[in-house]
């Protein structure tokens, strides 16, 4: 399984961006999917994960603001990000359970600032 994301650039301090994230294999029957972070200096932390048949989960900071969605028909995984600050600057990376194990996407840099 390969992963490829999008949509990441520069944008204001309360600024959206949506991040994109394509998968090679069908999606439907991985246990989750979802995205992960890493800001410079700091060790990859999870962001947003939505797992199959449950709802999702976010880390504290970004609750109320970002939202994960799988679209299953076009293997598509995404991250809506709104009320973006400064300390939400870092690469976003795309991974999905196969239940086999971990697939993660290059990544994606995000940098907030004005």
């Known amino acids: 399984v390969q992963l490829v994301e999008s949509g990441g650039g520069l944008v204001a301090p309360g600024g959206s961006l949506r991040l994109s994230c394509v998968a090679s294999?069908?999606?439907?029957?991985?246990?989750?999917v979802g995205w992960y972070r890493q800001a410079p200096g700091k060790q990859r932390g999870l962001v947003a994960v939505?797992?199959?048949?449950?709802?999702?989960n976010y880390e504290d900071s970004v609750k109320g603001r970002f939202t994960v969605s799988r679209d299953n028909t076009k293997n598509m995984v995404y991250l809506q990000m709104n009320s973006l600050k400064s300390e939400d600057t870092a690469v976003y990376f795309c991974?999905?359970?196969?239940?086999?194990?971990?697939?993660w996407g290059q990544g994606t840099q995000v940098t907030v600032s004005s």
């Open positions: 991974f999905a359970n196969t239940g086999s194990g971990n697939v």
């Open positions: 294999e069908n999606i439907g029957s991985f246990y989750a």
């Open positions: 939505a797992i199959k048949g449950t709802s999702s």
